[in-house]
């Protein structure tokens, strides 16, 4: 039977240990409120140590669950996140009683906000549910604004902005409504993070000054110092190395002053950060091994752990000592993924794609910083989409400068091959864009198709130029330029395998084609692909012995001279795309001496221009 109020104070009347126990409760808050956190938990742990050794009785459930609640607290500020969950899973056993309902709820949010620093996400979202429902149910509004802001923090964590930016939405209407300042600007500096995260970094440090101002109102002290912790990380997005150096080194001195261990933990992953941005990898390096310390010490596994991880290997990458840089990302990745945490697993792509930039391994990095990219672009993080997009331009425009030197020597041989190639790389790309293929498999095609006229080259200009009707071992010269492009190609190292597809651009689904003979789904989809956009421009275009056919007899041609050559659905696609009007400006064209990167320029997937109706089925088997 729970014990009343009332029996309570009668129960304490004339007997000396509850005045010691209520004394030293009275102690270890006062000592928690000046930031004493050890002597706060040493009298603590001798008032509980008093009540069991001394088979003191049970003078209240309110005195024993205010112990167990305040040594969690200390313990948590301490840093020792699994001590002091234990401390509040304590309390819930006596909280069943319908009169602490409102307690149960606030245990539930401080062991959901503890498992969510331990990089417990999924876990810490039921905690945070399991608040939320009970407050909803009490019609608590400030529990309820709480949390939701709890639930936003770990929505960040797991980059569902949305999610995050809703459940802030409400908490900061209700904090407005309630006239809870404080609140209020918590909920801000929270909203400022997500700006912060989506590289909207003026509209987050407008949060983070609601905040501020706030705080120093109300002589908030400890955010106040995380605010500026937190304004520190967006000066250092914007480059201003000087300004956030002042507020994260402010910011370190407030969190050294009151023993704040979580905040000195984030302001020393924050000044590696900046020193590496600033290429001093000796003073990272100092900040570095201090966060790493106290999280081993600690024995978490968390977002923080990921993100040191990160960082040793940027500054790895930095003293050239790339195996160890590589050993960093791969365990902060897979901490990651075991963590569910989607925009770190984004910013670790990118890292390991500059790494393999430097290495000169570029497949790679392109695969890495593609994968970035999408992850980025997903979580509507603009900013660092954009960041990433950059560095992806200027691996591809190594690419693309290898494209143009070959395509330049196309030129001075033959101009029509050279316009050729332009006309059926930008067919190719917006008949795979048509089809709903992968970006990666677009750019593929569109590669493959830039060249796969390349072993023209070799081909002696008596035969190539030909005006009149080619003699049969002259075509068998000709039938030879898929082989000689694959072998002029095959001392350079490309991030898109098309070399099948030059290879067998020639092929045709009856078999009949060259030089493998291959049919059906044999042919590669992307060599089947160019085919079709080979032989369109070829029939579209004018040539030295005939005029250009117009796109309806070219059509014509394909569709019934030429039966049984060319995929079915890649053929209606071309049919549809014509029809629709979508190849106008590309047909028998004129084209630049700069159309590779304009091309190149519209191969990332955009299905709202390209996709047309039709009845066809989807196109079967990969690239």
Request: aromatic share 8%; proline share 3%.
């Amino acid at each position: 039977m729970n014990e009343t109020p009332e029996r309570y104070e009668l129960d304490l009347s004339g007997n000396k240990w509850a005045s010691t126990l209520s004394n030293l409760l009275e102690l270890a808050r006062k000592a928690a409120d000046n930031f004493n956190y050890e002597r706060a938990l040493r009298h603590l742990n001798t008032m509980e140590e008093l009540w069991l050794s001394k088979a003191l009785p049970h003078y209240s459930l309110e005195l024993k669950i205010n112990m167990h609640h305040e040594k969690g607290r200390v313990l948590s500020k301490l840093g020792r996140y699994a001590e002091a969950i234990a401390e509040y899973e304590k309390i819930l056993p006596i909280c069943h009683d319908k009169r602490f309902q409102p307690r149960r709820a606030e245990i539930f949010l401080e062991i959901g906000q503890l498992q969510a620093k331990s990089g417990e996400l999924d876990r810490a979202l039921g905690q945070l549910h399991r608040a939320l429902g009970l407050y909803r149910r009490l019609n608590d509004p400030l529990g309820i604004c709480k949390s939701l802001r709890n639930l936003g923090v770990i929505y960040i964590e797991l980059g569902d902005f949305e999610d995050a930016e809703l459940a802030y939405g409400e908490a900061i209407q209700i904090a407005s409504d309630e006239k809870q300042n404080m609140l209020y600007a918590d909920l801000y500096n929270n909203l400022g993070a997500i700006k912060n995260m989506k590289g909207d970094w003026t509209a987050a440090l407008d949060c983070y000054n609601i905040a501020r101002e706030v705080y120093e109102k109300e002589g908030e002290v400890r955010k106040n110092a995380y605010t500026l912790n937190n304004i520190g990380i967006t000066l250092l997005e914007l480059g201003q190395f000087d300004s956030s150096l002042k507020s994260f080194i402010s910011s370190l001195q407030v969190a050294d002053t009151i023993k704040d261990a979580s905040l000195s933990l984030i302001l020393n992953i924050n000044l590696t950060d900046l020193y590496l941005k600033r290429h001093e990898p000796e003073e990272a390096k100092i900040y570095c091994q201090n966060a790493v310390r106290y999280l081993e010490a600690e024995r978490l596994r968390n977002g923080q752990l990921v993100e040191i991880r990160k960082l040793a290997g940027k500054i790895a990458v930095m003293e050239k000592d790339f195996q160890t840089a590589q050993e960093n990302f791969s365990r902060a990745m897979s901490l990651a993924e075991e963590l569910g945490l989607q925009f770190s697993q984004a910013e670790i792509l990118y890292e390991q794609g500059q790494l393999f930039v430097e290495t000169d391994r570029h497949m790679e990095a392109l695969q890495s910083l593609e994968k970035s990219l999408r992850i980025f672009a997903q979580l509507n993080a603009s900013g660092r989409a954009e960041k990433t997009e950059n560095l992806i331009d200027s691996i591809e425009g190594l690419y693309l400068r290898v494209f143009e030197a070959m395509a330049f020597s196309v030129d001075q041989k033959d101009p029509y091959t050279k316009g050729h190639s332009d006309r059926v790389a930008h067919l190719s790309l917006v008949l795979a864009q048509a089809l709903n293929l992968p970006e990666i498999d677009i750019k593929t095609i569109a590669a493959g198709a830039l060249l796969h006229d390349i072993g023209k080259l070799d081909i002696p200009d008596d035969i190539l130029k030909k005006t009149g009707k080619l003699l049969p071992e002259e075509f068998e010269q000709i039938k030879r330029h898929p082989d000689l492009g694959v072998q002029r190609l095959s001392g350079v190292r490309f991030p898109w395998d098309f070399m099948a597809l030059i290879r067998h651009h020639h092929e045709q689904i009856n078999g009949h084609g060259y030089p493998g003979g291959l049919s059906g789904e044999t042919i590669p989809l992307g060599a089947r692909i160019v085919s079709v956009a080979d032989v369109f421009d070829a029939l579209t275009s004018e040539r030295p012995y005939r005029a250009a056919f117009d796109p309806a007899r070219a059509l014509k041609v394909m569709s019934e001279e030429m039966n049984g050559a060319f995929d079915p659905v890649i053929l209606d696609t071309l049919i549809s795309l014509v029809r629709a009007g979508q190849l106008d400006h590309i047909i028998n064209r004129q084209t630049r001496p700069d159309e590779l990167i304009h091309i190149w320029a519209q191969c990332r997937f955009r299905p709202e221009q390209t996709t047309v109706d039709s009845d066809s089925a989807p196109v079967p088997s990969s690239i």
